[in-house]
């Protein structure tokens, strides 16, 4: 594997960093099986980043001598809830609560202002008569490796942004990730017809938890995430 990365401005979440989802992935991608990735600082973009790996075989990766990222080996112990099917799902896409209030409005993974094969534009919204929200999601060909399977990175991406929704947005004000755990299976290939979910967890002053998950065309689970929000502050807007 490289040691450095250049995260293309493609791969945003806030105008001016890094999907926090999109990060992890790539770092958990020097991990066997599920990993935890703390993030300590919004990821750069456009510039070059060092991966390194510590005396206790954790994963970091640094701007300069700054730690942007952390990661380690986990057990991921979580349950996921049953999913709608792909129509259900593109139903509550329609309950989006962020097409027209939205606070990074172009995101790589949830931005409305993305393009199709631009962002993934997985718009998870309130699922009917569930505590859950939905969103189909069909992934490109620019998300697949050299066999067309979806690469561990974007499946990590699709685990982000639905987890902050399932909160309750609008009424949660704006938060960013702050830690993800998360096990992916990369067998999702383009143009199969997935649904991602999420579901809040439970919450702690200014620290939210959310579980998500990613279906594939065949039903099966091949992605699932536990991810901590950070709200942020009035300044931080």
Same mark, same amino acid.
Request: aromatic share 8%; glycine share 10%; with cysteine.
């Given at each position: !594997? ?6 293309? +401005? ?7 960093? *890094? ?14 099986? *599920? ?5 300590? %600082? ?5 510039? #070059?980043?060092?991966? *390194?790996?510590? +005396?206790?075989?954790? @994963? ?8 942007? *990222? ?13 999913? #709608? ?14 097409? =027209? =209030? ?19 534009r997985i718009f998870a919204g309130a699922a009917e008569n569930s505590s859950i929200v939905a969103a189909a999601w069909i992934p490109d060909s620019s998300l697949a490796g050299d066999d067309g399977s979806i690469r561990s990175e974007f499946l990590w991406a699709a685990l982000d942004c639905p987890g902050y929704f399932a909160l309750g947005f609008p009424d949660n004000p704006a938060c960013l990730l702050g830690r !993800? ?10 143009? =199969?017809?997935?649904?991602?979910? /999420? @579901?809040?967890? =439970? ?15 065949? /039903? ?5 995430? %536990?991810?901590? @929000? ?8």
């Amino acid at each position: !594997m490289t040691d450095t990365l250049v995260i293309d +401005p493609r791969f945003c979440g806030p105008h001016d960093s *890094a999907n926090g989802g999109y990060v992890c992935g790539t770092l958990a991608s020097r991990i066997p099986g *599920a990993a935890e990735i703390t993030l300590r %600082r919004p990821p750069p973009l456009g510039k #070059p980043l060092t991966f *390194a790996k510590t +005396p206790d075989a954790h @994963w970091q990766l640094l701007d300069g001598d700054r730690l942007i *990222a952390e990661a380690q080996a986990t057990n991921l112990d979580l349950p996921v809830p049953a999913a #709608p099917d792909f129509g259900a799902a593109e139903v509550a896409a329609n309950n989006y609560r962020a097409f =027209d =209030d939205h606070v990074f409005r172009r995101c790589f993974v949830c931005g409305p202002d993305r393009t199709p094969g631009d962002g993934l534009r997985i718009f998870a919204g309130a699922a009917e008569n569930s505590s859950i929200v939905a969103a189909a999601w069909i992934p490109d060909s620019s998300l697949a490796g050299d066999d067309g399977s979806i690469r561990s990175e974007f499946l990590w991406a699709a685990l982000d942004c639905p987890g902050y929704f399932a909160l309750g947005f609008p009424d949660n004000p704006a938060c960013l990730l702050g830690r !993800m755990s998360a096990e992916v299976d990369p067998g999702i290939r383009v143009g =199969d017809r997935c649904v991602v979910i /999420g @579901w809040k967890i =439970d919450e702690d002053g200014r620290k939210y938890h959310s579980g998500t998950a990613v279906f594939g065309a065949d /039903g099966k689970v091949h992605g699932r995430a %536990r991810s901590t @929000w950070i709200r942020l502050k009035n300044e931080q807007l």
